[in-house]
Every structure is written in C-alpha cells, then in structure tokens.
C-alpha cells in the first residue's frame, strides 16, 4: 500500500531501527551519573548531540532534545521573548506558520503580548522586504519556517535572517519540514525540529539556540540538557534520532533529485488528467517529495476515503477532512482553492510504479466523487436569454456544495448579471473567489445576509 503522506510522519528509516535495539541495549542507565553504565549512556548522548549539531550547523553545546517538536518551538518561543523582555513584547510570524508556532503566538497575544502576523502571496512565501519591515521597534522575536508543511513552498529564510540581524531580532526557525534534507542557510538564532519527519522515532524533537541569544527557560527546569528540556532524556530516542538524521543526509541529494522527478511528473499530469485541478505552493522554490493540489467541486473528506481505498495514504487541508471544519489557515493565507484539497508527499524509496499508479487512479476516483455530489459535468453554455440575477440558498450546506450549485445556475444569467450565493460555511468564502478565477468570472465581494450566513456576489464576464 503506498505510503503518501511522509511530510506527516516518514517511516522509519532502517538505521534509527538499528541504532535505538542498540541502544536499547546500552543507552538505559542515567547519562547524568558516574558509574560506568551512566558513562556509557553519556557517551551515547553526546555522539548524539554532536551528530545532531554537525547536521543543523551548530555547536553541540548550542543543542537540545526535547520530547517533541512541537515542545522546541514552544520552548524556544517562550524562551526568546522571556529573555528579551526588556527589549519589549512583539513578535513576529508568517501567517503560514506551523500551528505550534501559531498557537504559541495566541497565548502570547493572550497574555497581553503583540503579535504581528505577516501575508504571503499565492505561492505561500513571504516578501522578505515585507517581513523586514514588519520588524517594528520592540520587537522580541521572529519566526519564520524553513519551507511550509502542507504545500512545500522554502521560504527566503537567508533574505529574513540578514533583516532580523540588521534590526537586532533573533530568528526562529521551524525546520522541521527540511532539516532531512539539508542546513538551513543565513543567520537564523534559533532552530526547531522534529524527528519524526526525517525517518526518526516519534517523541524527539532538537531546539539549537545560538550562543548570544537571550535565553530565559520558561516553566521548571532541572540539571538536564541545558535546563532547556526537563526531564530524564529517551536516550535510545535520541541516538535513534541522531543517527538517521546522519543517514538521510547521506543519501539526500540523490533521493531529493529523484523524488523532485516525480513530483514534477505529478504536478504536471494531474491537471491534464483531472479537469479542474489548481496545484498550489511555489513550483521551483519547494521541497522535493512534496506537492499540493486541489479538485473542484470535490468533497475533501470522501476523495481520501476513496484513495484509501485503492490504496493510497494522502493528507488534505479542506475542512471537510478536520475538525474545525474550516479550512487549512495555509490555503486560506495563500487565497488558494481548498476543496478537493490532496497533499502528496512522497517517503524515501517511493517507486516510479507507485506514482504512475497513483496518476492511474486518480481520474476515475475524482469523477466517481463528482458524479455523486452531482457537479456540472462541464462549463456552462452562453444562455440566448435569462434573469438579471439570481439567488442561490447553501445554507447549511458545506463546500463544495456552495460551489457546485453556483457552477450549476452561473448559465443562466447573462453576461453582466450576478448570481449571489448565501453560504454558511467558511470554506466558501476561499472557494467562491477562487473558482471565479479557474472559471474566468468576476468576484464581486461579500455581504451579511439578512437569513444568516453571508452572501456572496459573483457577476458573469465570461
């Protein structure tokens, strides 16, 4: 069954299999005591950190292990901003930022701290000059990823660094999407990871803080890696960790180049095999095993149902596939269509059979989906006449539902006329705009509808 969705977690790779049986073996006593099973433990902990160092491009000394990565950004940002408290209370991230860091924005802006969160364009990358202008006096600290989570796209991470340098504010990066895949380049201050992303074992995460950086613990702290990450260490995790993150770094250029390959087969037949298809995320600027693309007038939700069951593991960022039935904040921050929405990312080792049946299957299976939910089987036709206007009630009803009934009716006005759809579902306020762009039609705007829901004006210019 092929596995698709390794920006989620990648499986793991045969080396961190190897290395955490060893150190199972030899990693159980206490790195912090004297006795020799506590010295061999310590000896194994920092061959760890030192391997994890060479590879993030830091000291060993400058390098933590956490218990996730989820727990370093949170270490990290709450860490930044207490040690430079004096300096004030901004901070400053991307609006495509990892949810950790984004949650960790909401309980500082909670506690009564500043947040500034900076747009990206449709590819999903920041303007640097636009970040570097975000850094107003007062600023604590910036966050910015290395490359997006859902959509691939590298941010300009070097461009960011040498603007924070330039105002005197750290920069925290979530490397945790690329760090398999090599160092990330410029003056970054702080650095983020998780294991599980590059084939290590789940419960590792690495937090590099320079030396120079105002530092200040958050929460109790203990004599255990640096007071930054309380606690009695995994250490058959870590060494696990560290030693596959040496090995896929070892292999990474040629795997990179080669899944790129593939990747680029997808990118470019999917749209040509399925009508109706946006691949999002920047096409050259991106990481290699990873692509994004959205269908119309496609339930999110029963898309993957239906991969899965011939087969296929994918992840999505429709609403209809999360809990909080809105869509992706990245999908929504880029402008992009988000229903149908399919991220493909492809583990080390991923054949070229696997993709091209991937490609085989898709088709049928995003048509069969459109059949059920009764989308227009094709553009509609110039009308010899009609109405002005028309109004389409989807309250109450979730996307692409909306969509599917304006495609319906957006024939039955002439040009110059509107169809107003009511909708209650936040993802249409993302879809409605964006199908107006794959169909060449005007998007008016929006306005509170007096039966609930908003109203959503589209006129027809094509």
Partial sequence: MPYFDAASAAPLHPVARQALLASLDEGWADPARLYREGRRARLLLDAAREAAAEAVGCRPDELVFTPSGTRAVHAGISGALAGRRRVGDGLVVSAVEHSSVLHAAERHAAAGGSVTEVPVGRSGAVDAAVFGEALAPGTALACLQSANHEVGTEQPVAEVAESCRAAGVPLLVDAAQSLGWGPVEGGWSLLAASA???????????????????????????????????????????????????????????????????????????????????????????????????????????????????????????????????????????????????????????????????????????????????????????????????????????????????????GDVPVGGTVTVLADDAAARLDIPAWCEMRGQEYVGEEPSEGGGVAYVVRRVA
């Fill in 196 to 410: 599980h992303k590059w084939g290590g074992p789940a419960g590792v995460g690495l937090l590099a803080v320079r030396k120079g950086v105002r530092f200040a613990p958050q929460g109790p702290s203990d004599e255990r890696e640096s007071g930054r990450a309380p606690g009695f260490e995994n250490l058959p995790a870590i060494v696990a960790a560290a030693a596959s993150l040496r090995a896929v770094r070892a292999e990474a250029a040629a795997e990179a180049a080669r899944l790129r390959g593939l990747v680029d087969r997808i990118r470019t037949r999917v749209p040509a095999l399925v009508p109706d298809v946006e691949v999002v995320g920047d096409p050259v600027r991106r990481l290699p095993h990873l692509v994004t693309f959205s269908c119309l007038y496609v339930d999110g939700e029963t898309l993957l149902h239906e991969l899965d069951r011939e087969g296929f593991s994918v992840s999505s960022g429709s609403s209809c596939t999360s809990s909080t039935l809105t869509p992706s904040h990245v999908l929504r921050a880029m402008g992009v269509l988000s229903e149908g929405n399919v991220r493909v990312s492809l583990p080390a080792g991923t054949s070229a059979a696997d993709v091209d049946h991937f490609l085989d299957v898709l088709p049928g299976v995003v048509a069969a989906v459109r059949e059920r939910l009764g989308a227009p089987a094709a553009p509609a036709a110039v009308p010899a006449a009609g109405s002005g206007s028309l109004v389409v009630d989807a309250l109450g009803r979730r996307c692409p539902i909306p969509v599917i009934e304006l495609a319906k009716v957006i």
